[in-house]
């Protein structure tokens, strides 16, 4: 039997760590008093498993690690000096890479530049914009899991858009486009601050594939970011997505197939108008989109895909 691995990480985003540590290792979260952002350790209502450790940070240097795994640019330009000892900055380190470059979509390099470091893009889009200089990189897709009692229904003739603080993230996340959108066709927001933008609010990760299941279809007006982890378990319970044909959504969503994509506004919006006029449709595209997110995202080649890229970094 494969020796299971001891990896250090960080709490950086809740849904994306639940569905990482189904790989069959030990996960110990840094964590801090209060919990702030990054540092929730194994907080929340998420259910997370056995192999999920909270490890305060000041005992992060009394332990033995097989690997280092950061997620944001702080926890690698900074926490690896205050937290961790000499000899655990020289263990096998991974750097997740969850989002597209900001400040140029093109020519921003990556702020890891290292030779012994593996970077991990969670899509080929964001590997393809990155400069990634010295840095060896590869891409582990998304994978998710959504109960097996939770299907789309599409009764209810709204659509709906999940998207955290669109308010205060403006046009990269298409707070813009989702106003355009809901002056002609009816659609429920939910996310963090999501009241703040006349939405109905917060829904726990647990919780969202049978709030979803009523509505006609997914809504996803962002412009430029990674793909949504929210986008592919709708797919999974069966529900039709509406979306830009920007980033790697351009690969996930065929037109009249699983959805529809397109980077005119006013032809989404026309085809969210016959959705909701045509059930029977929605349910056709609902099945072809559960049918490609069970072959693309499935969570066993997830948890697979990372348990070989850990191995591969430790040797173990």
């Known amino acids: ?119 991990v893009h969670v899509t080929h889009f964001n590997a393809m914009m990155w400069s990634n200089g010295r840095t060896p990189t590869r891409v582990v897709e998304h994978g998710v899991m959504v109960p097996k009692d939770v299907v789309y229904r599409g009764d209810l003739e709204r659509g709906l858009v999940v998207i955290n603080n669109i308010r205060t993230r403006g046009r990269r996340l298409g707070g813009d486009i989702f106003e355009q959108a809901r002056k002609t066709v009816p659609l429920d927001l939910v996310g963090m601050g999501a009241q703040e933008a006349g939405g109905l609010g917060e829904v726990e990760h647990a919780k969202l594939p049978a709030f979803s299941a009523p509505y006609r279809f997914f809504f996803n007006p962002i412009r430029y970011t990674s793909l949504g982890l929210a986008v592919i378990e709708a797919m999974m319970i069966g529900m039709p997505i509406v979306a830009l044909a920007t980033t790697e959504m351009s690969t996930v969503i065929r037109n009249g197939v699983s959805g529809y994509i397109d980077t005119n506004v006013e032809t989404l919006i026309t085809r969210m108008q016959e959705l909701l006029r045509d059930p029977g449709h929605a349910r056709e595209l609902g099945e072809g989109a559960r049918r490609y997110a069970l072959e693309r995202f499935g969570i066993a080649r997830f948890a697979d895909d990372w348990d070989k890229t850990f191995r591969f970094v430790t040797q173990i």
């Open 1 to 119: 039997m494969k020796k299971r691995l001891k990896i250090l990480t960080w709490h950086t985003h809740g849904s994306y760590l639940y569905y990482l540590t189904q790989a069959p290792h030990d996960f110990y979260v840094l964590s801090k008093p209060g919990r702030p952002p990054g540092y929730g350790g194994r907080c929340g209502h998420i259910p997370w498993g056995d192999n999920v450790i909270d490890l305060p940070v000041q005992e992060a240097k009394d332990m033995q690690f097989d690997c280092i795994l950061f997620q944001d640019d702080d926890q690698y330009l900074k926490d690896q000096y205050l937290y961790l000892s000499e000899a655990q900055r020289r263990l096998p380190r991974i750097y997740i890479e969850h989002d597209t470059p900001r400040e140029h979509p093109t020519d921003m390099p990556h702020p890891v530049d290292d030779p012994s470091v593996l970077l």
